[in-house]
């Protein structure tokens, strides 16, 4: 698992000062960014090599609201991996209390960029990717 703190500002919220529901989807990025980085696998290197990641199926449950100014604890594991994908779970806590505010997962595919078309998981990544 790795975890990653973000301030909640003003751009992230709503007319309430209540986060925007979408952007809990962006922190899943950064969770998968830096997940990925620990693991030291570099996304520029991948597109490089003509792969992409998309996300092709994303959920998100909501469970209490985050505010403008909390700090929130972004934690991502990688849950599953097949042939050409790869599950990342997300837990979503205000650091203060560490009350958890929403939880889900997405499901990255490997995908030729010139094809368009999903890959294989390249055997030097794949070697990589734990789960837990």
Not at 11 to 33: K, L, P
Not at 64 to 90: C, G, N, Q
């Amino acid at each position: 698992m790795h975890k990653i703190e973000h301030r909640i500002i003003y751009g992230d919220t709503d007319a309430g000062q209540v986060v925007y529901y979408a952007n809990y989807f962006r922190w899943f990025e950064a969770g998968r960014r830096e997940i990925f980085r620990n693991l030291k696998i570099n996304y520029a290197d991948l597109d490089r090599k003509g792969i992409i990641t998309p996300v092709v199926e994303a959920h998100c449950n909501y469970f209490h609201p985050a505010r403008y100014d909390d700090i929130v604890v972004i934690e991502t594991r990688i849950s599953d991996v097949k042939e050409k994908s790869v599950r990342f779970d997300y837990n979503i806590f205000r650091k203060k209390g560490r009350k958890l505010i929403a939880s889900g997962y997405t499901v990255n595919v490997f995908v030729n960029k010139k094809k368009m078309k999903s890959t294989k998981i390249p055997d030097n990544l794949r070697i990589n990717l734990k789960i837990g």
